[in-house]
């Protein structure tokens, strides 16, 4: 199994969700986050004092899958994500030892 992590845009979340909805993906995790890459923010005027906001809003999409699924996932989900535009994101792929749904204790990929 593999948990995908990905680091996108605000606005391309609906877009991301119907693609794995599409695929046939319904578990994830969605969490508003902040933060930067290599464009380092941007800077802003508020009522004429100009200030950088260097920590720009993201959404962290989070999911685990069977190893088989892997390459369809992250490619349908960078297919979803990317603008073209710097700051489109990032997806990380980090190895999952075990899952175990609470409810009835199934392990592994039955769990998912």
């Known amino acids: 199994m593999k948990k995908i992590e990905a680091i996108i845009q605000p606005f391309k979340l609906e877009e991301v969700k119907e693609a794995m909805k599409g695929i046939g993906i319904d578990g994830m995790t969605i969490i508003e986050v902040r933060g930067h890459g290599r464009q380092k923010g941007h800077k802003e005027v508020y009522r004429g004092q100009e200030y950088e906001v260097d920590l720009l809003p993201k959404v962290k999409v989070e999911m685990v899958i069977a ?4 390459d369809e996932v992250v490619s349908t989900l960078a297919k979803a994500a990317r603008s073209g535009k710097i700051g489109d994101g990032k ?3 980090l190895a999952v030892e075990d899952a175990i749904r609470i409810r009835n204790d199934d392990r592994g990929e039955a769990a998912l």
Do not use: E, M, P
Not at 67 to 70: H, K, L, P, T
């Open 67 to 70: 190893d088989a699924r892997v």
């Open 91 to 93: 997806i990380f792929i």
